[in-house]
């Protein structure tokens, strides 16, 4: 097994959503030291300074992983990037490379995101 990525990646997610808020600081809780991880609310002004090709509209619809190196990955496409940065489990990464595990991941990740107030509420 080779060594985990270091360089930082950046989560926004949508910081008026309560599931939403848990789910990121658990991410960063669980991410490797050495700061492989940062997280960013959606809607904040460094965000926005730092990360304009990232619309509104695109971070309240699904997470946005932004890496290293720029490219910036949505929704479920980001979840394996994100498993590769949390200590103990990269290897559940290598899960979305199975036949048909994308597709199903994608369909799960936007009905989750669809229904993430009502989840997070109970309602």
Same mark, same amino acid.
């Given at each position: 097994?080779? %060594?985990?990525? =270091?360089? +930082?990646?950046?989560?926004?997610?949508?910081g008026e959503c309560a599931m939403c808020r848990? &789910?990121?600081? $658990? /991410?960063?809780? /669980?991410?490797? &030291?050495?700061?492989?991880?940062?997280?960013?609310?959606?809607? &904040?002004?460094?965000?926005?300074?730092? @990360?304009?090709q990232v619309s509104d509209a695109a971070c +309240? +619809? %699904?997470?946005? #992983?932004?890496?290293?190196?720029?490219?910036? /990955?949505?929704?479920?496409?980001? =979840?394996?990037?994100?498993?590769?940065?949390?200590?103990?489990?990269? $290897?559940?990464?290598? #899960? @979305?490379? #199975?036949?048909? %595990?994308?597709?199903?991941?994608?369909? @799960?990740y936007r009905w989750v995101a669809r229904n993430?107030?009502? #989840?997070?509420?109970?309602?």
């Amino acid at each position: 097994m080779g %060594a985990p990525p =270091v360089a +930082t990646a950046v989560l926004i997610y949508d910081g008026e959503c309560a599931m939403c808020r848990a &789910s990121a600081l $658990w /991410l960063m809780r /669980l991410a490797l &030291s050495g700061g492989a991880l940062e997280i960013l609310p959606c809607r &904040s002004e460094p965000r926005r300074a730092r @990360f304009p090709q990232v619309s509104d509209a695109a971070c +309240t +619809t %699904a997470m946005q #992983l932004v890496l290293p190196d720029g490219r910036v /990955l949505g929704g479920a496409d980001a =979840v394996p990037e994100l498993l590769r940065r949390i200590r103990g489990l990269g $290897w559940l990464a290598a #899960l @979305f490379a #199975l036949p048909g %595990a994308r597709p199903l991941a994608r369909r @799960f990740y936007r009905w989750v995101a669809r229904n993430r107030m009502r #989840l997070s509420c109970g309602r």
